[in-house]
C-alpha cells in the first residue's frame, strides 16, 4: 500500500499513542491508596464470578547500558547485588496486596517488562515468581510472558523461565545495522539472536515476539530491508514495529544525536510501508496500531473473532482485568482508575518497606471517561467501533461524526451514522482516528510538545 504523502503531511501531528485513556498527561484526581484499593476489590469481585482472571505486570528497571532511543523508566548498572533486594521488596510490596484483597485472587496472567527482566539471575527470577505464584489461583489458559535481552539472556535464563510456565519470549531487535545499532547504543548481532531465538523454541516457548523500530538514526530504506529480511528467516510469531518516538526534553539520553540524524517526513514514513510491504509479503497480518502476527498465533484468531484486548502490556487475545503492577513506576488499571508506582527507585523501596502501596499519581476516570475509552480500545483491537444507544450520557460524541468527516473525505475510514470502520488506507492514521474520540485533548490542547509526532 503506497501512502499518499500528501495525507502524510497533513496527519503526521503530534499525538498520544493510546496506551491509556484518558492519556498520562491528562491523568487528574489522584487516587488515595484507599481508592485504588476499593476499585480492585470491586473489579476482582466482578470479573472473577465471570471467569475473569486479573493480570500482574512486573517492572524490572535494571539495565546495564542504556539504549538511547528507550523511553521507559530504566536503572542503569552493572552491579548485580541490587537484583535479589528488589525482588524482596517487589514480593513485599505484593504482601501488601494480599493484606487488603480478598482470596483467592484469580489470575491469568503475569508479564515481566522494564529494563532487562533477565538482568535477574535464574534463581532471583524463581525467587519472584514463587512468591507471586503461591498466593494465587490460576485460571485455564494462563499465560506468563517476558521480555528479554539478547545480549544478557543465557540458556540457564530460558531453562528457568519456561520451568516457571513462561511461554511467551519478547527480544528487542530495533535494527540489525551496525551503524544504527552504534548510535543508539544497542549492539547485538543477528547470531546473538539467532541463539536465543532457536534455544527458546527448543525449550517450548510457544511464542515469540520481536520488537523493531523505524525511524532511528541513520536508518535508510536498505538498512530497514536488510533487517527485515533478517527477521523473515527467523520467523518470530509476533512483530511490533513501532515508530520511534523522539521526546529529548522527556528522555535526555537521546541527545546523542540530533533530529538531523533521523529519517525525516516522507523519509520516515517510507520506512514503515517499505517494513510493512516485506512481513505482508511472508504472512504476517496487521491486528492493530503497529502489530503484526501470523496467522498461526493467537493473537490472530483473536483479532479476527474481536476478542482483542489492549492494556499498558500490549496486545493480548483476551481480556484481564484487572491489572496490578508491581515495582517502580508499574501502572495498574482496574478500568475505572489507573494508578503509578513511585518513579523513584529509591522513593518506592522506602515507602513499600514502610508499609505503603506506593502510589504516585494516577487517574479516576469519569463515566465519560469510561465510555470514550471503551471507543478508542474498539479502534485499537478491532479498526471498528460504534456509538448508539450509549447507557451513559455522553455529549461529546455529538461531535465525534463531524470530527471524523475529514478522515471519510480522505478517504480513510467508513463513516456510517454513529459508527465508523477504518479502512486498510486508514490504519497508518489510526492515532490520529483515535484523537477524535479524545475529549481532553480537545478541551485541553497542549501548550507545550507533550507527545511524539502520530506517524
Known amino acids: 500500500m503506497k501512502l499518499n504523502p500528501d495525507l502524510y503531511k497533513k496527519y503526521n501531528v503530534p499525538g498520544p499513542r493510546y496506551t491509556s485513556y484518558p492519556t498520562v498527561p491528562y491523568w487528574e484526581d489522584i487516587p488515595t491508596e484507599e481508592v485504588w484499593i476499593s476499585s480492585l476489590r470491586k473489579n476482582l469481585s466482578e470479573n472473577s464470578e465471570k471467569g475473569i482472571g486479573a493480570a500482574i505486570y512486573i517492572h524490572i528497571p535494571f539495565c546495564q547500558s542504556l539504549c538511547t532511543y528507550c523511553g521507559c523508566n530504566t536503572r542503569i548498572t552493572r552491579n548485580k547485588s541490587v537484583g ?10 505484593w504482601e501488601h496486596y494480599l493484606e487488603k484483597l480478598p482470596k483467592p485472587i484469580l489470575l491469568s496472567e503475569i508479564h515481566l517488562g522494564g529494563g532487562t527482566p533477565t538482568f535477574l539471575s535464574p534463581s532471583e527470577i524463581e525467587t519472584l515468581m514463587q512468591g507471586i505464584l503461591s498466593s494465587v489461583s490460576l485460571t485455564e489458559g494462563a499465560g506468563f510472558s517476558v521480555e528479554a535481552d539478547p545480549r544478557v539472556t543465557t540458556n540457564e535464563h530460558l531453562a528457568k523461565l519456561h520451568e516457571l510456565g513462561f511461554r511467551r519470549l519478547s527480544l528487542g531487535i530495533q535494527d540489525f545495522d551496525p551503524k544504527v545499532q552504534e548510535i543508539v547504543h544497542r549492539v547485538q548481532s543477528f547470531e546473538q539472536v539467532r541463539e536465543v531465538t532457536l534455544r527458546a523454541r527448543e525449550i517450548g516457548f510457544q511464542s515469540i515476539n520481536y520488537d523493531l523500530i523505524y525511524g532511528l538514526p541513520f536508518q535508510t530504506q536498505e538498512s530497514v530491508r536488510k533487517t527485515i529480511e533478517q527477521v523473515r528467516e527467523l520467523r518470530p510469531d509476533r512483530i511490533a514495529f513501532y515508530g520511534y518516538a523522539h521526546v529529548p526534553w522527556i528522555k535526555p539520553g537521546q541527545r546523542r544525536f540530533t533530529e538531523s540524524d533521523l529519517p525525516a517526513g516522507d523519509e520516515k514514513r517510507a520506512l514503515y510501508e517499505l517494513g510493512r510491504g516485506l512481513l505482508e509479503e511472508v504472512g504476517y497480518r496487521e491486528i492493530g496500531m503497529d502489530h503484526f502476527t501470523l496467522e498461526t498465533d493467537r493473537l490472530w484468531s483473536a483479532f479476527q473473532n474481536r476478542e482483542l484486548h ?138 507545550t510538545q507533550l507527545f511524539s509526532k502520530a506517524i
Open 84 to 93: 535479589l533486594p528488589y525482588v524482596k521488596t517487589v514480593l513485599k510490596e
Open 310 to 447: 489492549r492494556n499498558f502490556m500490549g496486545y493480548t487475545s483476551k481480556q484481564v482485568s484487572p491489572l496490578i503492577g508491581l515495582g517502580v513506576s508499574a501502572i495498574g488499571d482496574s478500568w475505572n482508575v489507573f494508578s503509578q508506582n513511585e518513579k523513584l527507585l529509591e522513593k518506592y523501596e522506602s515507602r513499600v518497606q514502610s508499609g505503603e502501596i506506593p502510589v504516585f499519581r494516577g487517574h479516576i476516570l469519569t463515566e465519560e471517561d469510561e465510555v470514550l475509552r471503551r471507543h478508542i480500545l474498539n479502534l485499537m483491537t478491532s479498526f471498528h467501533t460504534t456509538w448508539e444507544n450509549e447507557s451513559v450520557s455522553t455529549p461529546y460524541l455529538d461531535s465525534v461524526s463531524k470530527k471524523l468527516e475529514e478522515f471519510s473525505k480522505d478517504g480513510l475510514l467508513e463513516l456510517r451514522g454513529p459508527s465508523c470502520h477504518v479502512k486498510t488506507e486508514g490504519r497508518p492514521f489510526l492515532r490520529n482516528i483515535c484523537m477524535a474520540f479524545d475529549a481532553r485533548l480537545s478541551a485541553k490542547a497542549p501548550t
